[in-house]
């Protein structure tokens, strides 16, 4: 039932918005998506599950946005450019987000382990949740990749990948450090296209 599901996170989300994930309460959660408390533990087993389905959405969410940024201009350089924006952005406006990146979770927040945990659940979607969640390390991994596969034409020679690579890392990292220490005038876009500009040269 993929729209209770989706009802359920959502209800979840806006709850956390507005307290301390230890005072989010199962019934509250599944009155605000108008479904039974049955059908919310029947989709998530249990509120730690509720909390890994709802940290995997918005790691799908913030990787989904990076997928955007990345198509969305012709010159590679303003498409990490992009990319580092969506990442500064989302971390500033998801408190999920932001913790996922920098490894930091605040007591407000849900923690999970970040290690795969026993699934007995029936529904995909919560199997794939309590499978391993990404690393602040492995969503710069995932990030450059990702840029790689998007701005590499096909036959690019192996020696241009790797400088590509490079440059993908470096402005997945640029932006991670504007996460944690916002830039001043200019943002974290001067910043990125000043050093992709300087390492091309």
Not at 34 to 46: A, I, K
Not at 136 to 160: C, H, M, Q, Y
Request: aromatic residues 4%.
């Amino acid at each position: 039932m993929p729209a209770a599901r989706e009802s359920l996170l959502d209800a979840a989300y806006t709850a956390l918005a507005r307290r301390p994930w230890s005072a989010v309460r199962m019934v509250d959660v599944a009155a605000a998506a108008g479904v039974s408390r049955q059908t919310l533990y029947n989709e998530f087993g249990s509120k730690d599950g509720l909390a890994r389905a709802l940290v995997r959405r918005e790691a799908d969410g913030y990787l989904a946005g990076v997928d955007r940024a990345l198509t969305g201009q012709s010159d590679p350089r303003e498409r990490l450019t992009a990319t580092a924006e969506w990442t500064t952005s989302a971390a500033r406006e998801n408190a999920l987000v932001h913790a996922m990146l920098t490894g930091c979770w605040s007591e407000r927040l849900p923690s999970p382990a970040l290690s795969a945990v026993r699934s007995t659940s029936a529904v995909p979607a919560q199997r794939r949740a309590d499978g391993p969640l990404p690393s602040p390390g492995e969503f710069v991994t995932l990030v450059r990749d990702r840029a790689v596969i998007a701005l590499a034409g096909p036959g690019t020679p192996k020696s241009d990948t790797a400088d590509l690579a490079r440059s993908c890392e470096l402005a997945v990292r640029l932006a991670l450090s504007c996460v944690a220490a916002p830039p001043g005038e200019g943002g974290v876009a001067e910043l990125v296209r000043s050093a992709l500009h300087r390492q091309a040269g």
